[in-house]
C-alpha cells in the first residue's frame, strides 16, 4: 500500500466531513446502536438538546487491519490523540461541537502519529451517527497498521562464520538489530552488506546474503528475521605474477602483500591463498610504499587482472591467477632537503634527525623514522599537534605541484610525464608545528583503591607546566611497572583533550583499572622445590593503597618450611628513596643431601640513579645451620676424596655458619608488566660482600640481563642471560656449601632437579657445587586466553669448580673434561654445558597471587647429571611449580 496516498485519502475524508455534515439527515424511526471497531456502541441514555449542530460524540484507535490486537499499549497512542480531550460526556450532559477547530486537531493528531515511526499505515474515518432526536454525532476512528516487530533474528547458510563473529562485526559497524525494535529496511540491508563483506573476506567473492521475513505463531506483527548466506565458491589463488616491474623482482614484491598471497603447502591450515578482493587496495599500498622506500617515487600499481581458471570438483573452489600490473618509473636520488615552516625548532637541529643525504636514493621509510624522532622533539617542549609532510619536486618533471593534503606517505598517482634531466628529486619538508600546549589538570578515575599521591609521584607531567608527550609516556611506562593496575593502553585509557575556554590548555585523563594486589590465601600445592606445601599468607604491593610492599608468610611442605615478615617503603620520607626490611626463618630439605635451616634479617635501601635506574645496597644478617646430612656424603672415603667437602658441609664447626655481608646493586628495568611482561630489559649488577661481624669471608659478583621482544599481538620473546661467580678471601679456605653454586630446578633449568647441575665426587656423583656459574634461558611466550600464556622454552647452563676440586683422577660428568679446565677463572667448557627444552603451561592463580605452572621438559644434554634420587637424569620430566624462570 502506498504510504503517501493514504496521508492524502485521509486528508481528503477530513476535508469532506465537513461537507457532509452540512447536508439534511433524515432521522431514523429507531437508533441502531453503532458500530465501532467491530463493536457494537448503543446511543446514551441522555441524548444532546433538540436541534443541536453536530456534536463530537466517540474517539476510537481500531486495529483491524492485524486482527484488532496492537503490539503498543494503546494509552500509548492514545497519548498522541489530542482530540479524545474534547469528546462530549453524556452523562455528565457535557456536549462538544464538531467544527474546523476539531477538524484542525484531528489533522494534528494525524501528523502527530505518523511521527512516531510506529506505524506502517494510518487512516482517519469520521462517520455520522443519528440519535434518535435527530441530532448527528460525530465518531471518529483512527485506523491504524502497525510496522513488523523482530522477535528471531538468526543467520543461516554458512559454518565459516560463526554468529558471534557476526554480531561482534554488526557492533562494530553499528548496525545492530536488536529484538523487539521495528523491521526497518535501511537497517536490513545495510546488515546484508556487512555479511555479504565478511564472507569475501573468507574468499567467498560470489556470497550472496538475502532475508527472508517470516510471521510469528499468535501475532501478525512479529516477526522471524532469517539471514540466508550462500556462499557460493571459494576464490583461491593458485599464483600470483606481476607485469612490467624490471628493477624488483617479483619474489620481493610478493613478500610485500599481507592479504592475497598465492597457495603454498600449508594452505589447509593457515587459510593462505584465498583471493580477498576488498584487501588488494591495502596489498597494493604496501607494493607502493616498499617502491618508494628504495626510491621509486612515481611507482604505481594498477587494477588487478583476475583470471578464472577452474572450479573444483565439487564445485566448492573456484582457482585465479591474480595478475599485478606495475609501473615502476625513475628510481630518483636527493638533490636539496630542506625545511619549511620550522620556527621553534631550527632546521640545523632537524636535518640530524632524517639520516637522508644528498646524492642518496630517496627512501620514505627513513622519512617516517625522521618524522616520528622530530615528533618527539616537538611533544617535548609541549607541541603535541605537530606535523610534517615531504614536499617532493622532482627535477625531471615540469611544473611539480604541491600536495595539499600529507598524503604522499601513503598514495600515489600515476606517473608525470617525464622530461629531460637526471632523476634528482628535492624534498622540501613542510612542518606545521601548531600551538605550545600546558596542562591545566591531571584527572585520575578508577583508582578505587590507589591514593592519587601514589599514582601523582610516578608522573613525569606537572599540572600548569608544559604538556611533554614523551614524558607521558614515561609516565604510563612507570605506571605499568607498578602493577597495580591493569596494563594502560594509550589510546583507549589515556585521552587528552583541550581545555574548554582556553587557547592552549589540556586536560589529561588517565583511567585505571586495580588488580586486585591484596592476597589473604589458604592454599595448597605442589613444585618441585617445596614439594607438597600448605601456605597462608598476606600478600600486598599496594599495602591500603599507599604503594607500601608487606608480606607476612607461612608456609609449611614436605620440603620446605619458611616463615617471614616483609616490608618495604619506595616513597621513604616521602623522597624517592627506598626502605624496607625482612624477617625470615626457614628450612629447606634438599633430598638424598642435608637440611638448611637459615634465620635473619636483611635491611635496604635504594635511590634513584635515572628514569628506569636504582642503586641499592642491602645488609642481611643470618645465621645458618647444616643438618641431616646424607649418609653419603658423610662416607669416610668420600670425605677423604674431598679434603674439602667435610668444612663445606661444617662438619666438626657445630653445624653453624653466621653470614653477614653488604650486597651493592645496580638495576635498569624498562619491563612494562611483572607478572606477564612483553617488552622491556632488565639489568642487574650485584656484589655481596661477606665478612664484618660473621665467620664467613667470600665475594660473589653476579651480572644479569633480561629482555623481552613483542613480535605480535600474542607474541613475545624472552631470555635470559646470567653469570655468577663466588670466592672466599681473608682466612676462609672453604665455602660452606648452601653458598657453592649448583643449577637445576624450575627457575634455572627446567628438566632437572634442585641442585643437581655442577662439579661432582670422582665416584659417587654427588654434586659438591661449583664456584661460577653460567645460564641462559629462551622463552616464546604465546598468548592464549585471559591469564593463560603458552611457554616454549630452551635453558642451557653449566657450573664449573673452584680450586678446592683440583686433584688426581677428578670426576667428569661429560667423560671429556681435563684437569686444567676445573682451574678457576672465567674459562667454562662447553663439554659441561647442560640443556633442556620443552613447553610449559602458565596461568596466573590469585589463590597463590603467583603463575602457576605445568612444565614438561626434555634434556637432550644430560649426560652425567642424577637426579635427587642419584639416578641418571631421566630424558623426559613433567613438573609443577610456581612462579616464573625470569
Known amino acids: 500500500m502506498v504510504k503517501r496516498l493514504v496521508v492524502f485519502l485521509a ?32 446511543q446514551p441514555a441522555n441524548l444532546p438538546p433538540v436541534g443541536s449542530a453536530p456534536i463530537l460524540w466517540l474517539v476510537a484507535p481500531c486495529f483491524d487491519a492485524q486482527g484488532g490486537v496492537p503490539l503498543i499499549e494503546t494509552q500509548t497512542y492514545l497519548y498522541y490523540i489530542q482530540v479524545k480531550n474534547l469528546v462530549s460526556k453524556p452523562s455528565e450532559g457535557t456536549w462538544k461541537p464538531y467544527d474546523d477547530a476539531t477538524e484542525k486537531i484531528i489533522l494534528d493528531d494525524f501528523k502527530r502519529l505518523w511521527a512516531t515511526n510506529f506505524l506502517d499505515n494510518l487512516w482517519i474515518d469520521v462517520r ?68 555479504r563483506g565478511m564472507l569475501k573476506e573468507k574468499g567467498f567473492q560470489f556470497a550472496e546474503v538475502t532475508h527472508e521475513i517470516q510471521m510469528m505463531p499468535g501475532s501478525p506483527k512479529l516477526v522471524h528475521l532469517t539471514f540466508k548466506m550462500d556462499e557460493g565458491p ?27 598471497k598465492g597457495q603454498w603447502l600449508f594452505s589447509f591450515l593457515t587459510g593462505r591463498g584465498t583471493y580477498q578482493e576488498a584487501k588488494f587496495d591495502d596489498d597494493a599500498e604496501k607494493i607502493v610504499a616498499y617502491y618508494r622506500d628504495h626510491g621509486y617515487i612515481n611507482a604505481h600499481v594498477g587494477a588487478p587482472d583476475v583470471k578464472f581458471i577452474e572450479d573444483s570438483k565439487d564445485t566448492k573452489t573456484r582457482w585465479i ?16 632537503f630542506t625545511f619549511d615552516g620550522n620556527i621553534v625548532v631550527k632546521s640545523e637541529f632537524l636535518k640530524p634527525l632524517f639520516k637522508l643525504k644528498t646524492g642518496e636514493y630517496y627512501s620514505e621509510k627513513v622519512i617516517r623514522k625522521g618524522l616520528d624522532k622530530a615528533r618527539e622533539v616537538y611533544g617535548t617542549g609541549g607541541y603535541f599537534e605537530f606535523t610534517g609532510y615531504p614536499d617532493l619536486r622532482p627535477r625531471d618533471q615540469a611544473n611539480p605541484v604541491e600536495p595539499e593534503v600529507p598524503e ?77 593496575f591493569k596494563p594502560i593502553e594509550g589510546g583507549k585509557d589515556v585521552n587528552v583533550e583541550k581545555t574548554p575556554g582556553a587557547d592552549n590548555k589540556v586536560d589529561v585523563r588517565l583511567k585505571f583499572e586495580e588488580q586486585n594486589r591484596n592476597q589473604l590465601t589458604f592454599g595448597a600445592g605442589v613444585s618441585q622445590f617445596e614439594g607438597f606445601f600448605g601456605q597462608m599468607s598476606f600478600q600486598t604491593s599496594n599495602f591500603l593503597g599507599r604503594g607500601e610492599n608487606l608480606t607476612l608468610s607461612l608456609q609449611a611442605g614436605s620440603r620446605a618450611q619458611n616463615y617471614s615478615l616483609a616490608f618495604t617503603e619506595p616513597f621513604l620520607f616521602d623522597r624517592n628513596i627506598t626502605g ?35 642503586g641499592f645496597i642491602n645488609y642481611s644478617y643470618e645465621r645458618v645451620r647444616v643438618t641431616e646430612i646424607a649418609d653419603v656424603y658423610q662416607d669416610p672415603v668420600v670425605l677423604a676424596r674431598n679434603p674439602f667437602l667435610r668444612d663445606s658441609l661444617l662438619i666438626g664447626q657445630g653445624g653453624e655458619r653466621i653470614i653477614s655481608k653488604v650486597v651493592p646493586s645496580l638495576v635498569h ?91 661432582q665426587d670422582a665416584v659417587t656423583g654427588l654434586v659438591l657445587g661449583g664456584n661460577k656459574s653460567l645460564l641462559l634461558n629462551v622463552e616464546e611466550m604465546i598468548s592464549i586466553a585471559g591469564p593463560v600464556r603458552l611457554i616454549l622454552f630452551y635453558d642451557a647452563g653449566e657450573v664449573e669448580p673452584g680450586p678446592e676440586l683440583q686433584g688426581p683422577a677428578p670426576f667428569v660428568p661429560d667423560g671429556g673434561s681435563l684437569l686444567t679446565t676445573l682451574k678457576p677463572g672465567l674459562n667454562f667448557n662447553l663439554q659441561d654445558v647442560k640443556t633442556s627444552t620443552g613447553a610449559e603451561i602458565r596461568f596466573f592463580m590469585p589463590v597463590l597471587n603467583v603463575p602457576f605452572r605445568l612444565i614438561f621438559a626434555y634434556d637432550p644434554q644430560r649426560s652425567g647429571v642424577f637426579d635427587n634420587s642419584l639416578q641418571p637424569q631421566k630424558g623426559f620430566s613433567f613438573r609443577f611449580a610456581v612462579g616464573s624462570t625470569f
Not at 239 to 244: A, L, N
Open 11 to 42: 486528508l481528503a475524508l477530513l476535508v469532506a466531513a465537513p461537507l457532509a455534515a452540512q447536508q439534511p439527515a433524515t432521522p431514523p424511526q429507531a437508533a441502531a446502536p453503532a458500530l465501532v471497531c467491530g463493536t457494537q456502541v448503543p
Open 408 to 484: 604522499a606517505l601513503k598514495a600515489t598517482e600515476p606517473p608525470k610525464a617525464a622530461q629531460a634531466g637526471p632523476p634528482i628529486v628535492d624534498v622540501v619538508m613542510r612542518m606545521q608545528e601548531g600551538k605550545q600546549f600546558f596542562v591545566n589538570r591531571i584527572i585520575f578515575t578508577g583508582n578505587t583503591t590507589t591514593r592519587d599521591n601514589v599514582i601523582r609521584r610516578e608522573l613525569r607531567l606537572v599540572e600548569d607546566g608544559v604538556f611533554n608527550t614523551e614524558a607521558l609516556k614515561f609516565s604510563i611506562k612507570r605506571l605499568n611497572q607498578l602493577g597495580y
Open 321 to 336: 591467477t591474480l595478475g599485478v600490473p606495475i609501473t615502476e618509473g625513475r628510481r630518483y636520488t636527493v638533490g636539496d
Open 669 to 759: 628495568n624498562t619491563v612494562d608488566n611483572p607478572i606477564f611482561p612483553t617488552t622491556g630489559k632488565r639489568y642487574s649488577l650485584s656484589i655481596d660482600l661477606a665478612g664484618l661481624g660473621g665467620n664467613t669471608n667470600f665475594y660473589k659478583p653476579m651480572l644479569e640481563g633480561v629482555w623481552y621482544w613483542k613480535q605480535a599481538s600474542r607474541l613475545t620473546l624472552g631470555w635470559r642471560a646470567q653469570y655468577q661467580y663466588i670466592h672466599p678471601f681473608s682466612g676462609s679456605k672453604e665455602l660452606p656449601i648452601f653458598e657453592k653454586l649448583f643449577l637445576g630446578g624450575e627457575y634455572s633449568l627446567r628438566g632437572f632437579d634442585v641442585r643437581t647441575v655442577g662439579p
Open 580 to 614: 624496607g626490611f625482612n624477617l625470615f626463618k626457614s628450612e629447606i630439605r634438599y633430598i638424598g643431601q642435608f637440611t638448611q635451616q637459615s634465620t635473619g634479617a636483611v635491611v635496604t635501601t635504594g635511590v634513584p640513579l635515572g628514569g628506569f635506574t636504582r
Open 128 to 195: 455520522d451517527y443519528t440519535f434518535s432526536n435527530g441530532v448527528v454525532g460525530k465518531i471518529v476512528v483512527y485506523n491504524m497498521e502497525e510496522r513488523q516487530r523482530v522477535k528471531i533474528v538468526d543467520y543461516i547458510g554458512s559454518k565459516n562464520i560463526e554468529t558471534s563473529k557476526i554480531d561482534d562485526k554488526l557492533k562494530e559497524e553499528d548496525a545492530v538489530i536488536r529484538l523487539d525494535t521495528f523491521i526497518d529496511p535501511a537497517l536490513v540491508k545495510k546488515v546484508e552488506g556487512v555479511v
Open 234 to 260: 571459494k576464490v583461491r589463488i593458485r599464483s600470483i605474477h606481476f607485469t612490467g616491474n624490471k628493477a624488483i623482482g617479483d619474489r620481493a614484491l610478493k613478500r610485500q602483500m599481507k592479504d592475497n
